[in-house]
């Protein structure tokens, strides 16, 4: 074991290897570890960012399909509320020209039967005259007799 | 064995010898061919081995991780960002579970000490033969390979961490507060001083020479026995297959070893650095 200028040697090569490893190693290795940490903690932050959003769009959804279910249902309930409403309106329009139907019928009826009573008035007078014509052979004379005639097919 | 005419004693010296380039009693510069030669070329001599593969090793340190750190993305690491970061992460953890200051130098320092130690150790596990015999082949004499075995270059880093720890302490606490620590503690009286002085000052110094040397004495040792047993190969298949068991569960072993003096080298940096720092009584 001899000492000799190695030492020397090795002290310089010593310090040049530790001043290298510290300007031209370590800081650009630190940096890039420190930057995945970095990235790696945003990462994981946006992940529970994102799960919280997740939920609160699911109650969201949630909370939008009640609103919808409750809406169409009210819509629902108003048609058919509407629906009944207009058949009630059209059973009563009917009615009501069922029965005016009806009542001009009858009016019609009704005045067939007088017309035909009329008619029939008429004809029987015609024939009471000519009957008693008959009878009495030219005795009756149409203009004489003619207010009892009629006086006579009212009665009839 | 690498040849027949070499003895074992031989063997172990050539594997125990640096390639020392130096100035020969002479006068003329040129490479020591025997341990004796680097002997008498005094201080002013380098291990050349030593500084080739531990500035190889660092380069090859630095330049993997510039690699990385220079690709480096915050997306999803591929292979070698991933081991890079793995390394930085188990760096930044244990500085941060020891020193509690700003200060941008330690965890850089601590790593660059891990990773090259470690590298520096684990050229260990290289079989002891190989590169020393590829080197006298290419007509280099002497080569070893594992440069944390040779005390210049743990001791070179253990004094660099010195003069770190010397800087911090002067910086943080002021020449009058360093000088204070060294003389008033453990006993706060002005009669204690030189008992004060000596206990504290025998701490100070204590710190380079037992980071240095235990990882000399540890790395020293297991090359030892990893050359031991490699002279088993000269004695015969049964030797030489036993040698080979051995050698595979002392690699194994050693695995656990160089790993664990490159982190003992670190921590014990930054703990020193930490007190360095620290400005409270205690």
Known sequence: MNLNATIIGQSITFFFFVWFCMKFIWPLVGAAMRERQETIAAGLRASEEADQKLALAASNAEEELTTAKAEASAIIEQARARASQMVEEAKTEARGEGERLVEAAKAEIEQEVNRAKESLRAQVAELVVTGAERIIEDSVDADKHDAMLKKLAAEL | ?282
């Open chain 2, 1 to 282: 064995m690498s040849s027949e005419t070499k003895t074992t004693s031989d063997y172990i010296q050539h594997h125990l010898t640096n390639l020392t380039y130096g100035q020969h009693p002479d006068g003329h510069w040129g490479f020591a061919h025997s341990a004796a030669e680097v002997a008498e070329m005094g201080f002013w001599s380098i291990n050349v081995d030593s500084m080739l593969w531990s500035i190889g090793l660092g380069l090859l340190f630095a330049l993997v991780f510039r690699r990385a750190a220079v690709h480096a993305t915050s997306g999803v690491p591929s292979g070698l960002q991933n081991m890079v970061e793995m390394i930085v992460e188990f760096i930044e953890d244990t500085t941060s579970s020891i020193f509690h200051y700003k200060n941008d130098l330690i965890a850089p320092l601590a790593m660059t000490i891990f990773v090259w130690v470690f590298l520096m150790n684990a050229m260990d596990l290289v079989p002891v033969d190989w590169l020393p015999e590829l080197a006298v082949a290419l007509g280099v004499s002497h080569m070893k390979v594992v440069p944390s075995t040779d005390p210049n270059i743990t001791m070179a880093m253990a004094l660099s961490v010195f003069a770190l720890i010397l800087y911090y302490s002067i910086k943080q606490k002021g020449p009058v507060g360093f000088i204070k620590e060294l003389t008033l503690h453990p006993f706060p009286s002005i009669f204690a001083i030189p008992v004060n002085f000596l206990l504290e000052f025998v701490s100070l110094i204590a710190k380079p020479l037992s980071l240095g040397l235990r990882l000399f004495g540890n790395m020293y040792a297991g090359e030892m026995i990893f050359i031991l047993i490699a002279l088993m190969f000269g004695g015969g298949i049964v030797y030489a297959l036993f040698g080979g068991v051995l050698q595979w569960v002392w690699a194994v072993f050693h695995v656990l070893v160089i790993t664990l003096q490159a982190f003992i080298f670190a921590v014990l940096t930054v703990v020193y650095l930490a007190q360095a720092h620290d400005t409270e009584e205690h």
